[in-house]
């Protein structure tokens, strides 16, 4: 069994067809869906399909790119919504320089909101950084010495010194299907070294369709692609990288055992 760890089932080019987007997911071998909030009104959806769908589970969380848009947003509300059952995970949230969407200093302040959350309620908080490893390591390392919180870093492109940056702070890191694309040598050079229990895969979806389906609406059925590709980057079989990965992400989104 897989789990697709990361993706956006309510966004455009999924929700039209969200039950046969899931049912082709299955019949691929996915077992299990995070299903990602990015802003605050959708979360209830995002709860939602949650809650209809045994194997979904929900995140509730501010994207980089919405800081602006959510001043107000603070801790209460955030704990609030991360009462639910299905709600594993805090985020997505994290900091993004490249597109600039959002004033910095807003991004950072809602960055240690969640992980303040993240903290208080065991969920792990899910990190979103793009042209960001200096702010981002240097925010992790001090919410770090404030109190340890589980996190992991998602759809990971960054360079390998902040891999083992992260790693050193107890971080888990997750692959999308970025990494399939010929011109990713060095994040394949990376995911051949990650520790093996600090591994995930994801989609992303509906973005970043790895290959041979680049250029494609992605759906959560193609982190298969992404896991035959890893494995076979690390030399092991697909079936084991298959459990290493379920395993992780029940160990990181521990509330699934509930």
């Not at 520790?195 to 790895?210: G, I, K, N, Q, Y």
Request: hydrophobic share 40%.
């Amino acid at each position: 069994m897989l789990i697709d760890s990361h993706c956006h089932l309510e966004y455009k080019g999924l929700v039209e067809d969200q039950q046969q987007v899931l049912s082709r997911a299955r019949g691929a071998g996915v077992g299990g869906f995070l299903n990602i909030s990015t802003r605050r009104s959708e979360w209830e959806q995002v709860v939602a399909t949650a809650e209809r769908e045994c194997d979904v589970w929900a995140s509730v969380g501010i994207h980089p790119h919405e800081a602006d848009t959510h001043p107000d947003l603070g801790a209460a509300t955030l704990l609030d919504a991360a009462s639910n059952p299905k709600v594993i995970g805090i985020g997505e949230t994290g900091l993004d320089y490249y597109y600039d969407k959002s004033d910095r200093e807003t991004q950072k302040a809602l960055f240690r909101i969640h992980i303040d959350v993240a903290r208080e309620t065991g969920l792990p908080v899910i990190i979103h950084t793009r042209e960001a490893e200096q702010d981002t390591v240097a925010i992790i390392r001090d919410e770090m010495g404030k109190g340890a919180f589980p996190a992991l870093i998602h759809c990971f492109t960054a360079s390998a010194a902040f891999a083992r940056d992260m790693l050193s702070l107890g971080l888990s890191i997750s692959l999308s299907g970025i990494v399939t694309f010929k011109n990713a040598k060095d994040l394949q050079e990376i995911a051949k070294e990650l520790p093996e229990d600090r591994l995930l895969v994801e989609t992303d979806a509906p973005f970043l369709a790895p290959v041979p389906h680049r250029g494609q609406t992605c759906e959560p059925a193609f982190v298969a692609e992404t896991a035959k590709f890893v494995a076979q980057l690390r030399d092991v079989e697909v079936a084991r990288l298959h459990d290493i990965t379920t395993q992780n992400f029940h160990s990181l989104f521990r509330k699934t055992h509930a």
